[in-house]
């Protein structure tokens, strides 16, 4: 327990003029607009939050049983069963951790039902990416790959993702296996951590923390390990092969990214949370009621995208993103957004708080999604036509309550060029290598032309200046020759900034500049962006797939290539666990803020050090940008002198 | 947030002598040794936990995300996210009780796994209870149950077992269908409750909770009761049913509880923990190992049970009881335990410190439950005998380092009558009405010679004085002439006070007396004893059990019966899955302490009052032993006065 950290914190964050807490030009202009209409957001309740308790901010409080609640003090070293604040801060993670795969593996697991009924014909969807669906069934050992009928082929897949997902006792693993590298399979099969299934490791994860159980902190966090495996290869893999069967496998897309793709005169409605299953449906829907929505006095109606599921659409169908989480409140007081539809995570309970003070409708969708105040439109896929019409049909009907004098829409936008998936980046670089596509880039790095690349990733948090982590980060490591790949928030902060559009190829180290630019041209563009949109959380599977390919060309481990991952600005229970993941695969993980682990210099210790020797990689944390750069070059600039190449 | 609450607490806390903390003679005698020897107990510990944090004992804090931690406080009224108290409270609750039911299905499952490799010849264990596998799994539909070799059954019903905890969508749920009411089936179907399988609502539950989620509290209350009705059928219900065909259904069977029943010239070995697949290979290897034990200068080997798995070898093999959960500390204070073997559950972490103390040797045996300083052997079914042999060796080897002069046996022990299962209840019930069993059961309960009937169940706590809730409660109940059932800890409370022993009839009033000399007798015993013991927490089910056949032959719904429950010491996350499953049963529940949700008017009054609505009954709470029984019975006298009987 350590107040010094909470009062530290507070001071920092009570200092913070508006202009210190984004670097978005359109939320700093919103903060005005929001504050005359009564919308509190995430940074006003940040403050009144403050200061944080130090028991939870450091980990050592638990509320696991009713002897408690607990807490290390000066006058306890143990909670009542005994536990050690090592244990509490054990425990504490380990809840979070299976709470984050638990979310993917609920992801995974829808998109797999919406694929079996796809596959019976009893839901409105299509396969769009057959020959995908044929590479993953052979890849999982579906007698018949090549040959079955299409649907009875996306059958199998579905109901084997099914069973892998509740395995309850050892099974095949067939998801994992075809997705991890040999060498990992050994080293978590060494360490007892290859998970069984989706939601065992869950269970597990639940039962072992519940009082008078696991009161080892190492072997916790070989659970919390164990859950970020299962979330990576059950929850993130799952669905996004998934989802490209059902939805197609993204190519590159332009389009644009800011609050400045509100359209004054549209029906405006923004997609929020993560499954594209909903949004596909809305964004078909809406083009389907362009005609309804002029009969109401629109021009035609504008479907945006907010956080994950605004990255879904995006790269599949170019739809515009309109913000990331923490712009999701100030963007309902531009006053111009007819409908704001959600389906699940990361969705501010506040949001309905914003939503009455203007005309926009919330509307929920998930069964397990309700908010109080917000209209329920409950979502079944195989109704899915109709739900998502019902829900354009009633935004249309709100734009003609919407009040114009409370329009106010910032103008910022950007261009920005998403839709890298593995298969798309393979695509452009075979035009320069048609036989052996990821030789270019092995002799770009082999070279140094590219020193390594870092993927930067997760969420908003209001604790760190919104998106100045994520852009100034990549800026200082572009700058330094080091490729930047992007997902979630951290992807939306990057388009905002105009680091995903191809003319941002200027802001790299000029080794960098001379890669994007032969690639760039390869693909008919001025040249590639610095940092690659891969897509949306989920989409961190395109990162593995990724990494996995370029381990086996070059014949070693994933954990010694020169590459590395952060979250600067983490916020959800999915970044630990994907964050877990990163550093299972091999690729060192850097985190901010600081999770809950200062309470226990064992734990920290585990996570920060020891990890190293178990799995070649560690988890690393800094605030500041430019200190963060220095720690993840140094990761990559190590992993090449141990490969022998340049540095 | 009440921080009345809390200090009015710490007053209680401080203000107890040592004779105010327990009744039972045994603890209270040890005390004073422990205090000696330097052993620090849970008693101790929670008086420097004093005062507790009254944001995390009223439910208003959070750690779900790292935009916090928050709370709520006179200047927030919701936490970063937009997280108001019901917010918090309901999520908190949740997340408890996924908890619980991810303990109770985690440990079906293994039960599962045990019968599947017995089936298949790879685990030494056989079928103790053919009949029972053939009527389950004709109760499950299964083709060919009366004629299929044993073995090859056995397989199928393991498999299906396995297939229930895991299923990933909707399937049949042929457990749930198995053991619930047609009446109950509906109602959970109309609130949207019924769940899919044992791991899902544990996946689900956590998802929702994570941020960015369900914010409305009462849709997060209806999440409580479908992992509260998850734990019942595919956590409680499938451990017993597969435990009873593994080991044998109970039979009536007498024993002892108490410390008194350790053995000062023998090896003493405690089984602790849970799962009986580990604890019966203990009593076997035991039993094969008597005369190593005389050569190593014992006079045999003394198996005594603690906690649940106490519970498991008492009702099969009339094992000696040496306690429940809050002995478990100050039994090894007594210096004669040679060994304590543990499997999951409730084993405080502190067990290490004390055993530091003396000789005795804390043996770990599952792979989620470490203790740092403890030995770990690890339990593998398919090995049971060698690892229990193993076991039981270490404890003869540590038998001859016991120093005599630190052992201190407290005299007491008690007679107790174990073993009631349905089948042996309705065997008893068949000696005065061969043709119908239960008529003689219903005709007392009609005339109101019973006049209804309290399961009184679940753990201890220290904030509650050890065993005194449990014992009062229940004498004050069968003084009513109210007959109480009881399992877990508090069956380990009751026995030790004599109220499982045949002459305890006794105490009960003189209509309720007359029925257990009438039961009694023609069962060949002086009486039935008042408190019936049921066996272990997850042989809660076994209560179920008898309220569905009482509810089916009255041709009534449960809700209607006049039967109530109460976990009067309530500590693990487990009880409030099992309270929260008898609530959604139609079975209205007494708990103590309170639960973590004073922080919430509205959760509060959901559980309080309108869960009756919705479910026919409610949570009810009281400290009071007089106050609590008053409660109880009024909930019966009212059940009575809708079925028109007399009151």
Request: aromatic fraction near 4%; hydrophobic fraction near 45%.
């Amino acid at each position: 327990m350590d107040e010094n950290l909470v009062l530290k914190e507070k001071r920092e964050i009570e200092a913070r003029e508006d202009s210190d807490k984004t670097i978005d030009p359109a939320n700093l202009e919103m903060f005005e607009v929001a504050r005359k209409a009564g919308v509190e957001t995430a940074f006003d309740r940040l403050l009144r939050q403050e200061p944080k308790c130090p028991y939870c901010y450091t980990g050592v409080s638990c509320r696991n049983c009713a002897m408690g609640p607990c807490r290390i003090t000066a006058r306890a070293d143990r909670g009542v069963c005994g536990a050690t604040a090592d244990v509490m801060v054990a425990r504490g993670l380990l809840r979070n951790t299976v709470a984050g795969t638990a979310s993917h593996v609920d992801h995974a697991r829808h998109v797999a039902i919406a694929l079996l009924q796809a596959a019976r014909g009893e839901a409105p969807y299509t396969i769009r990416d057959e020959p995908k669906l044929r590479r993953i069934a052979s890849a999982l050992g579906i007698e018949g790959a090549d040959t079955m009928p299409v649907m009875e082929l996306a059958e199998r897949v579905a109901l084997l993702a099914l069973e892998e997902i509740g395995a309850a006792h050892a099974n095949g693993g067939r998801w994992l296996r075809m997705h991890a590298t040999q060498e990992r399979l050994e080293t978590w099969s060494r360490l007892g951590v290859l998970p069984e299934g989706g939601m065992l490791p869950v269970l597990e994860g639940m039962h072992r923390t519940s009082m008078g159980n696991d009161a080892d902190a190492v072997n916790l966090i070989l659970g919390c390990i164990k859950a970020g495996i299962a979330d990576g290869f059950y929850g993130l893999h799952l669905s996004t092969d998934l989802q490209d069967v059902l939805f197609g496998t993204p190519k590159p897309v332009f389009s644009r990214a800011g609050m400045g793709v509100l359209e004054e005169e549209y029906v405006n409605i923004a997609c929020h949370g993560h499954v594209p299953v909903l949004s596909e449906k809305i964004v078909e829907a809406a083009e389907a009621l362009q005609e309804e929505a002029k009969k109401a006095g629109a021009k035609g109606i504008n479907v945006v995208g907010i956080c994950c599921t605004g990255n879904e659409i995006l790269e599949r169908l170019g739809i515009p993103a309109v913000g990331n989480e923490l712009n999701s409140e100030l963007v309902i007081a531009t006053g111009a957004l007819d409908a704001v539809v959600v389906d699940y995570q990361c969705i501010f309970p506040a949001l309905t708080e914003a939503a009455k003070c203007f005309h926009t409708k919330i509307i929920t969708t998930a069964p397990i999604v309700k908010l109080p105040d917000a209209e329920h439109v409950e979502f079944d896929e195989r109704r899915a036509d109709e739900v998502a019409r019902e829900i354009v049909m009633r935004a249309i009907e709100n734009f003609r309550r919407r009040d114009p004098g409370k329009v106010h829409i910032p103008g910022f936008s950007t261009e920005v060029l998403a839709g890298f998936s593995v298969e798309a980046l393979l695509e452009v670089l075979s035009k320069l290598s048609p036989s052996d596509p990821l030789a270019p880039l092995v002799d770009s790095i082999a070279k140094g032309d590219v020193k390594g690349a870092v993927a930067i990733v997760g969420c908003s948090n209001p604790r760190v200046p919104h998106d100045l982590m994520h852009v100034e980060l990549a800026k200082e490591l572009i700058r330094r020759d080091i490729l930047v790949i992007a997902t979630g928030c951290a992807a939306h902060a990057h388009a905002k900034a105009g680091l995903m559009q191809p003319a941002g190829y200027r802001m790299a180290g000029s080794r960098l500049q001379g890669v994007l630019k032969a690639l760039g041209e390869a693909a008919g563009l001025e040249a590639l962006p610095p940092v690659l949109h891969f897509g949306s959380c989920v989409d961190n599977s395109r990162i593995n797939q990724l990494l996995k390919a370029l381990a086996e060309k070059l014949g070693v481990a994933i954990k010694d290539l020169p590459v590395a991952a952060s979250a600067p600005e983490y916020n959800t229970e999915k970044a630990l666990s994907i964050g877990t993941w990163a550093v299972a695969l091999g690729v060192t993980t850097h985190v901010n803020p600081l999770p809950r682990v200062a309470g226990s210099q064992l734990v920290t210790e585990l996570l920060t050090d020891k990890a190293e020797e178990l799995l070649g990689a560690k988890f690393i944390h800094s605030s500041d940008p430019k200190e963060s750069a220095d720690m993840l070059e140094e990761v990559i600039l190590e992993k090449r002198r141990r490969l022998g190449l340049p540095v």
